[in-house]
């Protein structure tokens, strides 16, 4: 369980990462720089995506040019009003 941030008041935020060997973005409400590489972490869709291993520094994120959206996250996101934030590794 994550707390809750107390400088954000009531907003929810999501935030939209493309796992591994995948090609669209989910949205999850798990902080991705909170947990390890490679961890498994849900999704608002209820499929469990793997977090993706850094970028090598002074390269940019593969996944940097992905910006299709999981359809299903992205009907559960808008109807609980939330923050979308795009995170690459």
Not at 19 to 44: C, E, F, N, Q, Y
Not at 60 to 82: F, K, M, N, S, Y
Request: charged share 25%; glycine share 6%.
């Amino acid at each position: 369980m994550m707390f809750p941030n107390p400088f954000l008041g009531d907003r929810i935020d999501v935030y939209w990462i493309v796992g591994l060997s995948t090609d669209i973005r989910h949205a999850t409400d798990i902080l991705p720089g909170a947990r390890p590489s490679g961890d498994w972490v849900p999704t608002l869709c209820e499929r469990w995506i793997r977090l993706p291993f850094p970028t090598v520094a002074g390269r940019r994120p593969a996944t940097e040019e992905i910006l299709d959206q999981c359809p299903q996250c992205l009907e559960i996101a808008e109807a609980r009003e939330c923050f979308g934030v795009l995170w690459d590794f």
